[in-house]
């Protein structure tokens, strides 16, 4: 005779597990609590079932760009900013420009036109 594991079922017969003696006490006690697990079961089924159909059905795109373009580009970007960045460090050194604008550097900062 099969009996089944509820509140009202004999200690001898039937030995409930942890987790549903925890599940049973807290809708005993906060019917709210209840309906929430009772239904978030099935939310977490439905969300499941709709990013497995995603997953199964949805491709990402092919990146047409390879990633040795990628690197290419960045060492053509790094090599680039190197001119400017030891030309600033220069006119910083030596207090004048290169580009000859007719500016003249007064102190750190401040500049002066010979107009």
Do not use: K
């Not at 987790?19 to 906060?30: E, H």
């Not at 439905?46 to 990013?51: D, P, Q, S, T």
């Not at 970007?77 to 460090?89: E, H, K, P, S, W």
Request: hydrophobic share 40%; with cysteine; charged share 20%.
């Amino acid at each position: 005779m099969i009996v089944s594991c509820n509140e009202q079922a004999p200690q001898d017969i039937c030995t409930p597990t942890v987790v549903s003696t925890f599940i049973n006490r807290i809708t005993l006690n906060f019917p709210f609590f209840g309906a929430f697990a009772f239904w978030a079961q099935f939310g977490f089924l439905g969300l499941f079932a709709v990013v497995a159909a995603t997953g199964l059905v949805w491709t990402p795109g092919l990146r047409e760009r390879s990633v040795e373009d990628e690197e290419n580009e960045e060492e053509e970007g790094l090599l680039g900013t190197t001119g400017r960045r030891t030309r600033a460090a220069w006119e910083d050194l030596t207090g004048r420009t290169a580009s000859g604008s007719g500016a003249r550097h007064n102190g750190y900062g401040a500049v002066e036109s010979e107009d």
